[in-house]
């Protein structure tokens, strides 16, 4: 099994279950290649039928059927109904955190209750996905477009050239969850990497940062850990 993640999640896209995404690990964390690299992209779930297009590169490799474990916490706040991030293919263990909400069904990523409730499952799933390698030999933008049956997912490969414009200035804010207030003396890491502390206005100014989704990871002394409470935080865009 792959090294196993925890999400916190209350999902509702109206999206089935395939999905394509860029492996971050895979690629270093990096959203954006030079000509020649790899990108590595999944597709969840693994080993269905399914049609892939690009409108340029190439598929360098495939790997079907590999498998990864789960941890998500689904929230329902007076509903009947949550998604899961992936589309487990074998529930493992699931169980409500406190108050018991009762049976629950399982239809996919979609778990079910009879009526609409306030509670939290805790749920460890394994699922499958296909990972494909990609790469390009100039600098261009690809379209990777996965259809199988009547659904279709796709993402967008980054092998422009990188010039000034492609540099933002970014400053985060750190507010409390509950309260929105700032907060002052949090110690901010992005890409695993300590970036600096918030100030008294809960501001950290980033400076000139490239396009891209970075990790994001926020601590301080009587808070909980970002990457472990139940605020989907733990990244951002820059676009």
């Given at each position: 099994m792959g090294k196993e993640s925890v999400i916190f999640t209350r999902r509702?896209?109206?999206?089935?279950?395939?999905?394509?995404l860029q492996d971050l690990p895979m690629n270093g964390n990096r959203t954006h290649f030079l000509?020649?690299?790899r990108c590595f992209l999944k597709i969840y779930p693994g080993l269905i039928n399914h049609?892939?297009?690009?409108?340029?590169?190439e598929v360098l490799e495939r790997k079907n059927g590999l498998s990864e474990e789960h941890t998500e916490y689904l929230v329902f706040h007076e509903s009947d109904h949550a998604k899961t991030e992936y589309p487990p293919v074998k529930i493992l263990e699931a169980s409500w955190e406190?108050?018991?909400?009762g049976e629950f069904r399982n239809s996919g990523s979609t778990f079910s209750l009879s009526e609409k409730k306030s509670g939290i499952l805790r749920v460890r799933y394994a699922t499958t996905f296909d990972r494909y390698c990609i790469s390009a030999q100039a600098h261009t933008l690809i379209l990777f477009q996965v259809f199988a049956k009547s659904e279709t997912s796709y993402t967008t490969?980054?092998?422009t050239e990188e010039t000034d414009s492609d540099l933002r200035q970014v400053t985060l804010n750190v507010r409390d969850a509950c309260t929105g207030e700032d907060v002052e003396g949090a110690n901010v890491y992005l890409n695993d990497k300590f970036a600096g502390v918030s100030r008294v206005d809960g501001t950290l100014p980033l400076g000139l940062i490239r396009r891209g989704t970075y990790s994001l990871r926020i601590?301080?002394?009587?808070?909980?850990?970002s990457d472990s409470d139940n605020i989907r935080n733990d990244s951002f865009t820059v676009e």
């Open positions: 509702d896209t109206g999206q089935g279950d395939l999905r394509v000509p020649g690299e049609e892939t297009t690009m409108n340029t590169g406190g108050k018991d909400c490969i980054d092998y601590t301080k002394e009587g808070y909980a850990d």
